[in-house]
């Protein structure tokens, strides 16, 4: 697996956003205006940072880092169906808390998911996190 910054590839993150269902998330079906909109708006770089979560050069999903210029930021993290349930979710885990804390000297990481995500739970679980509210 490796992880690779967001070089400006629309096409690729609109295909993994709307060819997929986000059940844990607000809105399940992302269209593509949505996507393209917003990130003509930058919000996939203003303040924040996209990058890509590759299996021998295929993007399999994506970290998106909010607040990278506060001290505590916010991350989503999201895999094709595909590729759900493998492990790419803990080892993504694993390098985002390398970057954060040793690359960019972030002195927490804040992350959330609804408590009837038990994969991401689990992720969460075993790449160290701990579970502050509920």
């Given at each position: 697996m490796e992880i690779k910054l967001f070089e400006e590839e629309i096409n690729d993150l609109v295909h993994l956003l709307t060819q997929n269902k986000w059940l844990y998330h607000t809105n399940p079906y992302i269209k593509e205006e949505a996507v393209r909109t917003a990130y003509a708006e930058g919000y996939y770089q203003n303040n924040r940072e996209t990058h890509w979560i590759l299996e021998d050069g295929e993007k399999v999903g994506f970290i998106f880092i909010h607040d990278i210029d506060d001290t505590i930021p916010l991350f989503d993290l999201r895999l094709d169906a595909n590729y759900r349930g493998k492990g790419y979710g803990v080892k993504a885990l694993?390098?985002?808390?390398?970057?954060?804390?040793?690359?960019?000297?972030?002195?927490?990481?804040?992350?959330?998911t609804r408590v009837d995500n038990i994969g991401m739970r689990k992720c969460f679980s075993k790449a160290g996190f701990v579970k502050e509210g509920y």
């Open positions: 694993h390098w985002l808390q390398e970057y954060l804390f040793a690359e960019r000297k972030k002195i927490r990481i804040e992350g959330y």
